[in-house]
C-alpha cells in the first residue's frame, strides 16, 4: 500500500526515520514518500493499460512543483483546474498537450492562460463558459480542443460537499441538455468540442457509479456521432479511492474491470483525472505533541498541527490513523483505530486554533502520550499541505521528499515574513 512502516518500534519513510526527519525539519512537517508516489501511479496505469489512457494527475490533491515534476518524468499528463495551477503543471514541464484544464468558474484571464499555453483540452462547464472561450479562440485566431463536462446524476455515496455528478450540484451541464449544447455550438466553431468530460465526486469506493455513468455518456456519444459530431475523446475524471482505515477502497483493478470493457472498442481516446489515489497515502503530517491535559471529563493531546494542516476531519468529518511515532512494544498492525492493546487511552487530538472544530481526531485511543512525544497523522498526501491555510497567522510548514535513504527539503517553512509579504506596509 505504501512504504511508510514501523521497524524495530519506529516509524520510517523509506529507509528514513521519521524521528530524525522530525529532528531536521523541525514540526509539524508534511514527509511525502517518492517510492509510493511513482508505485501509485505505475500500478494506475498497469490497472488500465489496455486503454493506453492519457494519466493526468490532478494537481489539487497535492500540488508541489517537484512532486509534478516527478510524476511527469513518469508519465503523468496534468489535470488543473486554474491558472495557478497551469502555472504549477508549466513549472513542472509538463508538456501543454498533456494538460486537461477543468473548473466550473474559469475566468477569462485563465481561459486566455489557456489558449496561450495550448493546453490540450479545456473541459467546458457551461454554455456561457463555451461562448466565451468562442469569442477568445475566434480573436486570436486559436482553434483549442475541448470536451463538454457533462452531469450525468450518478450518486457516488461520497460525502455531500465531493458529491459532483449528480443532478444540483454546480458542476457540468446536465445529461439532458448535453447534445443540445453541441447542436447549438455546431461543428464549425473556433472550439473543437470533441470530447465528453465526467468527474463523479471524491473519493468513489462504488465502482457501478462509474459504470452507470459511462453507459449513459457511451449513450449521449453514440446520438452526437449519428448526427454527424465527430468524438473522439473521454476524460473519466478521478475520484479512485484511497485506504484511510485500510480497508474501505476498492482495488484499482475493480474500477479497470467496470471502466475497461465499456472502453476498450469505443474509438475514444481515454483520459484520467486522479489525484488522491496516488498521493493520499504517499505522505504524512509530522507533529509534536505541545501539551496533555483533561478537562470536562475528557483528555486533550493538544498538538503543534492543526485544522490548519490537515482540514479534513474539520471538514468532512474524515477519519485520518494517528499513532506515536516511536511505539516500541505498541507498533500498530494495521491503520483501524482499534488497536489490539490493553493500555490505550482514549484522547481527543487537537491542535492549537482557537476553533472548536479544530481537531485530528476525537476519542481515538492511543498508547499513553506525554508533552514532547511525536504523532503520526497518515494519509495526509493528498488534500491536506494543498487545503493548508495561515489562519491565526500560522506559517506553513514544510514538505519534505524522502527517496530511499535520502531526504530533501521541497517546501521551505514559512516564517513571518512570508505572512506579511503581500500586504502593503510601506504606507505604516
Ligand atoms: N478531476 C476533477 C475535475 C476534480 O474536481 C477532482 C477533485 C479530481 C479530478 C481528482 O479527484 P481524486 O482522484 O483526487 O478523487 N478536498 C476533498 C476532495 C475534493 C476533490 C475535488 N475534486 C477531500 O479532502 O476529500
Known amino acids: ?159 455531500e460537499y465531493t458529491t459532483t455528478g449528480k443532478k444540483q450540484t454546480k458542476f457540468g451541464v446536465d445529461l439532458d441538455r448535453a447534445a443540445d449544447v453541441f447542436r447549438r455550438h455546431g461543428p464549425d466553431a473556433a472550439v473543437n468540442l470533441r470530447g465528453v468530460h465526467i468527474h463523479l465526486g471524491s473519493p468513489v469506493y462504488d465502482v457501478s457509479a462509474y459504470a452507470e455513468a459511462l453507459d449513459r455518456c457511451l449513450e449521449l456519444i453514440t446520438t452526437l456521432r449519428s448526427e454527424g459530431f465527430a468524438i473522439d475523446t473521454i476524460d473519466v475524471g478521478g475520484g479512485f479511492g484511497a485506504h ?45 505533541v505541545l501539551h496533555v491535559k483533561k478537562s470536562g471529563g475528557r483528555r486533550f493531546v493538544i498538538v503543534d498541527a492543526s485544522m490548519n494542516e490537515l482540514v479534513r476531519p474539520a471538514l468532512y468529518g474524515a477519519y485520518h490513523f494517528i499513532w506515536p511515532v516511536t511505539a516500541a512494544g505498541h507498533e500498530p498492525q494495521t491503520r483501524v483505530a482499534d488497536q489490539p492493546f490493553k493500555d490505550l487511552v482514549p484522547y481527543d487530538v487537537v491542535g492549537p486554533v482557537c476553533e472548536s472544530g479544530d481537531f485530528l481526531a476525537k476519542q481515538r485511543a492511543l498508547p499513553p502520550v506525554q508533552r514532547g512525544d511525536l504523532l503520526a497523522v497518515f494519509s495526509a498526501g493528498a488534500y491536506a499541505m494543498v487545503m493548508a491555510s495561515q489562519y491565526n497567522s500560522r506559517p506553513r510548514p514544510p514538505e519534505v521528499l524522502v527517496d530511499g535513504a535520502t531526504d530533501r527539503l521541497i517546501r521551505r517553512r514559512e516564517t513571518y515574513e512570508d505572512l506579511v509579504a503581500a500586504e502593503e506596509l510601506s504606507g505604516t
Not at 249 to 278: H, K, M, N, Q, W
Open 1 to 159: 500500500m505504501d512504504f511508510f512502516t514501523f521497524r524495530n518500534g519506529v516509524l520510517h519513510c523509506e529507509e528514513r526515520s521519521a524521528a530524525e526527519l522530525a529532528g531536521a525539519y523541525g514540526t509539524p512537517v508534511y514527509v511525502y514518500s517518492q517510492r509510493t508516489l511513482c508505485d501509485h501511479f505505475d500500478r494506475f496505469r498497469a490497472a488500465l493499460a489496455e486503454l493506453d489512457p492519457l494519466i493526468c494527475f490532478s494537481i489539487k490533491s497535492c500540488q508541489n512543483v517537484q512532486i509534478c515534476r516527478l510524476l511527469r518524468e513518469r508519465g503523468s499528463g496534468f489535470d488543473v483546474v486554474s491558472g495557478g495551477e497551469l502555472h504549477r503543471a508549466l513549472l513542472a514541464g509538463a508538456d501543454p498537450q498533456r494538460i486537461v484544464f477543468a473548473g466550473v468558474g474559469k475566468t477569462e484571464q485563465e481561459l486566455t492562460e489557456a489558449l496561450d499555453a495550448g493546453v490540450g483540452l479545456l473541459n467546458i462547464e457551461s454554455e456561457s463558459e463555451l461562448d466565451v472561450l468562442e469569442a477568445l479562440a475566434r480573436d486570436k485566431g486559436a482553434q483549442p480542443n475541448a470536451a463538454l463536462r457533462v452531469n450525468p446524476d450518478v450518486d457516488p455515496h461520497t460525502h
Open 244 to 288: 484511510y482505515d485500510g480497508s474501505e477502497s476498492p482495488p484499482l483493478t475493480a474500477y479497470a474491470d467496470v471502466i475497461v470493457p465499456r472502453l476498450r472498442d469505443a474509438g475514444l481516446r481515454v483520459i484520467f483525472e486522479p489525484g488522491r489515489t496516488i498521493a493520499a497515502n504517499a505522505g504524512i503530517l509530522l507533529t509534536r
